[in-house]
C-alpha cells in the first residue's frame, strides 16, 4: 500500500493471494516512482521462494529484479539515498551439510554486476544508507556488536562502532550516525556515533539502576576453537560464600548471547544470588560461515561440548559453587535442556521453555515445517541422527528435576512438545505421585515467547523459585502460584 503526502492510499498488488506477500519486506525509492518488495510464490515440497520485484507506482507494472531459485532466495530490499543502488539480502538454502549464509549484496538499478559486501564475521542485523552513498550495516560480531560502512563500489567494509549491538541506524546528513546501543549490561540506549569520537550515550528515559552483580566476557578452547561467553556474578559472591550458577543456552539456534534481554534477564537471577553463564557455542551468530555451521545440522553433542567445557572452565573459580548448579533454555535452548536432561544428570534442576522433544513430531507440526523436513528429512532417511538427538529417546534416563513450561499459542515450537514431554515425565515416574519433583507451567495466553508483563512475572517468579527449590533446598512452589 502506498500512502501519499495527503493520506490517500493506492494499493500497488491488488491482484496477488495470500503467500506472495505475507512477512514481506519492501521499500520505496527516493523518487516514489519506484516500489521493491520482496515477492514469495510457492515450489514444490510445499516450500516458497522469496524474490524481489520493483513495481511502478503510476502504473502498477511489475518486474522481476531477482529471482529465487532452489539454491538461494532474497529480501530486505532497501533503496540508495540517490536510488541507483538497492542493497538486499541473500540467503542461501539450508541442507543437511550446510545452513542457511546470508549476504548482504549491493545491485545497480541500471543494470550490472552486484557488489558483495565483505563483512567478515559479522551477522546482518540493521541496514541504512548514508548520505554520502555507503551503506551501513548493523549485526552480531564475536558476542557483542559492530557498526560497518561499505563502499558500494568495492564491498569494502570499515568499521565505524563497536563494542555493543547497535540497531535503528538513522544516519544524518553532516554524517553523524544516531543508533540505539545496548549490551548485556544495558538496555538500549539513544547513541550519537562520530567518526573522531565513540558512541556518546544521549538524554533518554528507560535507564536502569546499578547492576547487582559483575560483568565479564570469559573463553575456552574447546578442540582448537575458542568458545566464550559472558559471566554475571552476584556482587556477593567470595570464596567463602561462593554463588550457585546457572548455565543458559540460547535459542536458534543461530543467536548470540550479546544483548540485553527484558524476558531472559540474567540479573533476575543475579540479584537471587545466582551466578549465570551465557555461552555463544558452535552455530551462534557473529563468528562467520565457520561459526554458524559449526554443530550443523543442530547436533546437541557438539552444543553441550562447549557449553560444558566453558562451564567447567568458569566453575574453577572460588566465588563459584560447582555443587549446586542449574541449566535453562528456551526455544532450541529448550531443546538442549531437553535432550541434556536425558544424557547427564550433573545439574541440580533444568528449566526448558518452548523446547523441542519429539522430533518426528515438532518438524512436521511447526510453521517452519518445510525448512525443517529439509535439513533433516523423514526419520526412516536418518534413523541414527533421529535416535542419537531427538530427547524424547532419552526419557528414561531423566532423573533431574525439570520445570517445563510452554505457551499454548506457540506456532514455531507447539505446545503439543510440552504436552508430550510432561506425559513421559509423569508416566514413567517410578514414585508415588506427591513426590514426583516435575513441574508444568502452562501459559494458555502466550505464544514463542512469555510477553504479558503478568505472565512475565509468574514465568520468572515460578522458574527462580524452582531453581530455589532444587538448588539451595528451598520451599517447594506451591500448587496454586501466589505471584
Not at 526448558?352 to 522430533?359: D, E, R, V
Not at 532423573?399 to 499454548?408: E, I, K, S
Not at 503439543?416 to 517410578?430: F, I, P, Y
Request: proline fraction near 7%; hydrophobic fraction near 40%.
Amino acid at each position: 500500500m502506498l500512502v501519499s503526502p495527503d493520506g490517500d492510499l493506492t494499493d500497488l498488488t491488488p491482484d496477488v493471494g495470500t503467500v506472495t506477500l505475507y512477512a514481506a519486506s519492501a521499500d520505496l525509492s527516493p523518487d516514489g516512482a519506484t516500489a521493491a518488495t520482496s515477492w514469495t510464490q510457492r515450489a514444490r515440497g510445499g516450500e516458497t521462494r522469496s524474490s524481489i520485484a520493483l513495481i511502478d507506482t503510476t502504473t502498477l507494472r511489475r518486474t522481476a529484479l531477482l529471482t529465487a531459485d532452489d539454491d538461494s532466495q532474497y529480501g530486505a530490499p532497501l533503496f540508495s539515498r540517490d536510488g541507483s543502488h538497492l542493497a538486499v539480502i541473500r540467503s542461501t538454502a539450508s541442507s543437511p551439510q550446510d545452513t542457511s549464509y546470508s549476504r548482504l549484496e549491493i545491485h545497480p538499478i541500471g543494470g550490472g554486476e552486484p557488489v558483495t559486501a565483505q563483512l567478515g564475521d559479522l551477522s546482518i542485523g540493521d541496514l541504512a544508507w548514508a548520505e554520502d552513498g555507503t551503506l551501513l550495516v548493523a549485526g552480531d560480531l564475536h558476542s557483542s556488536g559492530a557498526v560497518l560502512a561499505i563502499d558500494p563500489a568495492t564491498g569494502a567494509a570499515r568499521t565505524i562502532a563497536a563494542d555493543g549491538v547497535f540497531s535503528a541506524l538513522a544516519p544524518a546528513a553532516d554524517g553523524t550516525l544516531f543508533a540505539l546501543r545496548n549490551d548485556v549490561g544495558t538496555p538500549s540506549r539513544p547513541v550519537r556515533i562520530t567518526a573522531d569520537a565513540p558512541a556518546r550515550e544521549l538524554a533518554a528515559p528507560g535507564a536502569v539502576d546499578a547492576l547487582p552483580g559483575t560483568l565479564e566476557w570469559v573463553g575456552t578452547d574447546v578442540d582448537g576453537v575458542r568458545v566464550g561467553g559472558w559471566l554475571c556474578v552476584p556482587a556477593s559472591a567470595s570464596a567463602a560464600q561462593p554463588a550457585p550458577v546457572m548455565l543458559w543456552i540460547h535459542g536458534g539456534p543461530h543467536g548470540s548471547y550479546n544483548a540485553w534481554s527484558w524476558r531472559w534477564c540474567p540479573w533476575l537471577a543475579v540479584e537471587r544470588g545466582y551466578a549465570v553463564l551465557m555461552p555463544d557455542p558452535a552455530m551462534s551468530t557473529g563468528y562467520g560461515d565457520a561459526g554458524l555451521n559449526r554443530g550443523w545440522p543442530r547436533l546437541p553433542d557438539v552444543v553441550f561440548h562447549e557449553c560444558e567445557t566453558l562451564f567447567d572452565a568458569v566453575l574453577l573459580r572460588p566465588e563459584l559453587d560447582a555443587t549446586r548448579t542449574a541449566m535453562l533454555g528456551a526455544s532450541f535452548g529448550g531443546f538442549m535442556a531437553n535432550w541434556i536432561a536425558g544424557h547427564t544428570d550433573r545439574f541440580d534442576a533444568i528449566v526448558t521453555h518452548a523446547g523441542l522433544w519429539a522430533l518426528d513430531q515438532q518438524h512436521r507440526t511447526t510453521d517452519a515445517a518445510a525448512s525443517k523436513m529439509r535439513v533433516h528429512r523423514h526419520e526412516e532417511e536418518l534413523p541414527d541422527w533421529y535416535r542419537a538427538y531427538s530427547p524424547h529417546h532419552a526419557s528414561g534416563s531423566i532423573t533431574t528435576p525439570m520445570l517445563v513450561t510452554h505457551g499454548n499459542r506457540d506456532y514455531r515450537v507447539p505446545v503439543s512438545e510440552a504436552l508430550r514431554l510432561w506425559w513421559d515425565l509423569v508416566s514413567t515416574w517410578d514414585g508415588e505421585p506427591e513426590t514426583m519433583p516435575h513441574r508444568f507451567l502452562q501459559l494458555t495466553s502466550e505464544n514463542h515467547w512469555v510477553l504479558t508483563p503478568s505472565n512475565a512475572l509468574a514465568w520468572n517468579q515460578a522458574v527462580l523459585a524452582f531453581c530455589d527449590q532444587h538448588v539451595l533446598g528451598a520451599e517447594p512452589i506451591p500448587e496454586v502460584l501466589p505471584w
